[in-house]
């Protein structure tokens, strides 16, 4: 097997494309061979040493992928060889092939494409938990999407369309709010040239949106906040920007608002069946043409540090996959 290795976490250049070995499973472990993996955020935090997650040295970065299982550890009942899956494992993707734990990948119908598979669990599940669960989105309700053009904020909009919302997508580019007008958002606005405020209280008569989902954080935090509706709900998904807002607390005070922190990974970790009850609504959502990952193109696994700079630029719209 090949694989970018992570032998110094002081950012994208210090990976290494080796070969080693390939990995025999363990107890309760699959091998899968890699035939797609998508990169997220976190791919590029964890490689800088500044992702809450730390694994132990050496690693290969890649939290998601899909390919097809080549062998089964011992007590691995719900997989069999053969079968495609997706997984969600922190680590291992970006490769030829990797060791999963059997438990983390979900097992694909059908007609589901790996590049889309690759791009589908961390984006979803995180928007799903988001919106259904921590925001109790409900038909009818407007939701202000940041950082609407990236994974988890097309996400957003496919799930909150879905749901029955009014969708108000904020991007930094025309070109990304054209995209996000393509896959269902109701209204847009370029927030890099235009004031989020001005905008939000014009496109809502007043009112605000009932729920903002801020995967950005930064500078836009604070008015978003300001302009939330009356019993709005507040998702504090990430932090893209960089910055960590710090917040006026009188702001929730006076709309009665909330500010909801979503952590899918730690959801999923101490819910499990709830998660599992999600990943297969979500899996009827794509077989039903609800949700469908927004590509923003494939790239050859060997071409991995080019994704980074993409990424690296903000120059990502939707999800950017590696395959083999």
């Known amino acids: 097997m090949h694989a970018w290795f992570c032998t110094d976490p002081t950012g994208v250049d210090a990976l290494e494309w080796k070969e080693q070995p390939t990995p025999q499973p363990g107890p309760g472990q699959v091998l899968v061979a890699i035939k797609a993996a998508s990169l997220n955020f976190p791919d590029l935090l964890i490689v800088q040493n500044k992702y809450q997650i730390k694994p132990p040295l050496p690693f290969v970065p890649g939290a998601e992928y899909a390919g097809v299982v080549e062998a089964l550890g011992e007590g691995v009942t719900n997989l069999k060889v053969g079968q495609h899956v997706a997984c969600l494992s922190g680590t291992g993707g970006f490769g030829t092939h990797t060791l999963a734990t059997a438990a983390l990948c979900l097992p694909l ?188 193109s494939t790239l050859p696994m060997g071409e991995l540090k080019a994704a980074y700079a993409r990424m690296g630029a903000r120059d990502v719209k939707g999800k950017l996959v590696l395959v083999n």
């Open 109 to 296: 119908p059908a007609g589901f494409p790996f590049t889309d598979a690759a791009a589908f669990i961390m984006t979803y599940a995180t928007s799903h938990h988001a919106l259904v669960d921590r925001a109790q989105l409900q038909a009818g309700e407007t939701v202000l999407v940041l950082g609407a053009a990236g994974g988890v904020g097309t996400a957003a909009i496919q799930i909150a369309k879905a749901m029955g919302a009014r969708v108000i997508a904020a991007a930094s580019s025309d070109d990304k709010c054209a995209l996000c007008k393509t896959i269902g958002a109701d209204e847009t606005i370029n927030y890099s040239t235009q004031d989020l405020r001005e905008q939000l209280k014009a496109l809502t008569g007043g009112k605000g949106p009932d729920v903002v989902y801020d995967p950005v954080g930064g500078d836009l935090a604070e008015p978003a906040l300001r302009s939330i509706a009356w019993r709005g709900r507040y998702l504090v998904v990430g932090f893209a920007a960089g910055p960590i807002p710090q917040l006026p607390l009188n702001l929730p005070l006076l709309k009665g608002a909330s500010i909801v922190g979503v952590f899918w990974g730690e959801f999923a970790r101490r819910e499990p069946q709830a998660n599992a009850a999600m990943m297969m609504a979500l899996a009827q959502w794509y077989g039903r043409g609800l949700v469908k990952p927004v590509i923003d």
